[in-house]
């Protein structure tokens, strides 16, 4: 991280997020993502029996990873990394291998079934190029999701990574993450089955509807 | 304290069925063309025939592997921007490129074993092995530099590809030679020989020709090459047993995927079909001095290595991808 630099991350402050899910909402709408796949989503876990029981969240999106392993893993190089650190997709480039969602340990990836190329969270590129907020911190009710500048010491982002311990999702791969969270829960942090989520779906095209949806692309 | 997960979105595969096919393939390629190659360049007359049905596969496979990966694409009618957008740290592009140059040097491999010309045999098995070694080294590559799960970003990874590559193509070469000469009646000795034309002749053609050029009997033949079948059958286990071993102490999740392989829902197949009828079944056939000369057995043997090979395929694939990571 050079001085001088843009360089986007996010915060996720749990202790604010209340679980509403209105980011992987907003995230659906802002960004048309088709049935059955998420580019952010919260997973939930339960702890305890009663009465001492709670529910922790976990918001989880693309971490931008300064060491993205899709990017170095993509044959077409149509996975890139901006100059700004947010990792992007060339939709026109990629062939949909699927080697990238085999690639990234975070598992944020999808292959879209309309489009049949691979997809994740932009960080809403559309809307920060513009000066504006990722949809999913915009919506944020509880003000969990700080979304800015990390090299710049005055920004909200900051100042939290600074005087707050974070912590980011499987700092063992190497991959050095642009997605810090703050008070995240040992339980939802590693890996676990919804009790009605199979998993690991077979990837598919849908192509009955891949005519009559191109053309909102 | 357990927390059990309320809400969790279900994620995508990485790689797929068609992708453990492919791999398949390209294993029986590499491994029939490093058997011919070796029938070849070692001077062993009497392994002659497997070096030509060795030569023939290679190609046939390569051909057909392909198809299955393009299919597989979630645009199949980009594939060719393979070649224009190059990324060298993607084992997909080496992929690209090997698979593309592998099967020409194996064409015109075979062009010269039906030439019977000596000299460009050798100069292009030397050529051909590296490249048949990578082939299918770089898919072992493709399983090691992806993190999705545990059983697959270990080191171990090429070298168990490139071992269970030779089991099964070792496999498929007795398989293809038993048929040939029981099924259809060709005659293996004159397959070999210098006449290129595959004709089929009585057994007692095939026996005079055996005689006179010197090749073997066929269960004697096999029974020599079964012995290079059960050492790498051997390594097989051993390479299979210690990632195990490592997954089981490695992390929560690896531990977790070991556990559905040796008791979950993989075991059945990891187990009974991988293990025991896969490896350790042709291994007695193929090592016990009453069962090692008799074609049957080495029938039953071939083609158990082949479904366990497969299996071993499927369950690094799919079951790699079978717990819950995230």
Same mark, same amino acid.
């Given at each position: ?10 915060? @996720?402050?749990?202790?604010?997020? *209340? ?122 009710? !509880?003000?969990?999701?700080?979304? /800015? ?24 791969? /190497? ?8 008070? +995240?829960? =040992?339980? %939802? ?29 | 304290?357990? %927390? ?5 979105? +279900? ?5 797929? *069925? ?41 190609? @046939? ?26 990324? +060298?740290? #993607? ?9 593309? @140059? ?10 010269? *074993? ?22 299918? !080294? ?10 999705? #799960? ?80 059960? !050492? ?22 690896? &531990? &977790? ?31 016990? +001095? ?10 039953? =043997? ?25």
């Amino acid at each position: 991280m050079s001085k001088g630099e843009v360089r986007y991350g996010m915060v @996720i402050d749990l202790r604010r997020c *209340v679980g509403c899910h209105a980011c992987s909402v907003a995230c659906k709408s802002e960004n048309d993502v088709p049935l059955g796949v998420f580019r952010s989503w919260v997973k939930q876990v339960e702890k305890g029996s009663y009465p001492n029981v709670r529910k922790h969240f976990l918001p989880s999106l693309c971490n931008h990873c300064e060491k993205p392993i899709c990017v170095r893993n993509c044959p077409t190089t149509a996975s890139y990394r901006r100059e700004d650190g947010v990792v992007l997709i060339d939709y026109d480039k990629c062939i949909g291998c699927g080697y990238c969602i085999a690639s990234c340990p975070y598992q944020v990836r999808f292959i879209n079934p309309l489009r049949g190329t691979a997809e994740k969270c932009t960080f809403c590129q559309h809307r920060i190029d513009n000066g504006v907020v990722p949809s999913c911190v915009n919506t944020c009710n !509880g003000r969990a999701r700080v979304f /800015g500048d990390l090299n710049d010491p005055n920004s909200e982002i900051a100042k939290l990574i600074a005087t707050q311990p974070v912590q980011v999702l499987k700092a063992d791969s /190497g991959t050095e993450p642009r997605v810090y969270y703050i008070n +995240p829960d =040992a339980g %939802a942090m590693k890996g676990g089955y919804g009790p009605d989520s199979k998993v690991h779906l077979e990837r598919g095209r849908n192509w009955s509807l891949s005519t009559t949806e191109k053309g909102r692309e | 304290m357990d %927390a059990t997960v309320v809400y969790n979105i +279900p994620h995508q595969q990485g790689l797929q *069925v068609f992708i453990a096919i492919y791999f398949y393939l390209t294993g029986l390629s590499a491994g029939s063309f490093v058997i011919s190659v070796v029938a070849y360049l070692l001077g062993k007359t009497e392994y002659k025939p497997l070096g030509k049905i060795g030569a023939f596969l290679a190609p @046939i496979l390569l051909v057909i592997a392909p198809i299955l990966l393009i299919t597989d694409l979630g645009k199949p009618m980009r594939f060719f921007y393979l070649f224009f957008n190059v990324n +060298p740290t #993607s084992p997909l592009t080496w992929g690209t490129f090997l698979l593309t @140059i592998y099967p020409i040097s194996c064409l015109i491999y075979l062009y010269y *074993v039906l030439k019977g010309n000596q000299k460009m045999i050798k100069t292009f098995g030397i050529i051909g092995i590296p490249l048949a070694i990578s082939v299918h !080294g770089y898919t072992g590559f493709v399983l090691a530099l992806a993190k999705f #799960s545990p059983i697959w970003n270990n080191s171990l990874m090429p070298l168990l590809w490139l071992i269970s590559a030779m089991v099964s193509g070792i496999g498929l070469v007795i398989f293809v030679a038993i048929v040939m000469e029981k099924v259809f009646s060709v005659s293996l000795a004159k397959f070999a020989g210098e006449m290129s034309t595959e004709t089929s002749t009585g057994k007692m053609l095939a026996e005079t020709a055996a005689s006179s050029t010197g090749v073997m009997p066929l269960n004697e033949m096999l029974g020599g090459v079964g012995k290079y079948l059960a !050492g790498f059958i051997i390594f097989d286990l051993f390479l299979v047993f210690s990632e195990i071993l490592v997954l089981l102490t490695e992390s929560e999740e690896a &531990a &977790a995927l070991a556990a559905s392989l040796l008791t979950g829902d993989y075991s059945f197949l990891f187990l009974g079909l991988e293990i025991l009828l896969g490896a350790l079944i042709p291994l007695f056939l193929l090592l016990h +001095p009453r069962t090692s000369r008799s074609l049957a057995a080495q029938t039953v =043997a071939a083609v158990l290595v082949l479904i366990g090979v497969m299996t071993m395929r499927y369950i690094v694939i799919i079951g790699g991808q079978s717990v819950p990571f995230n």
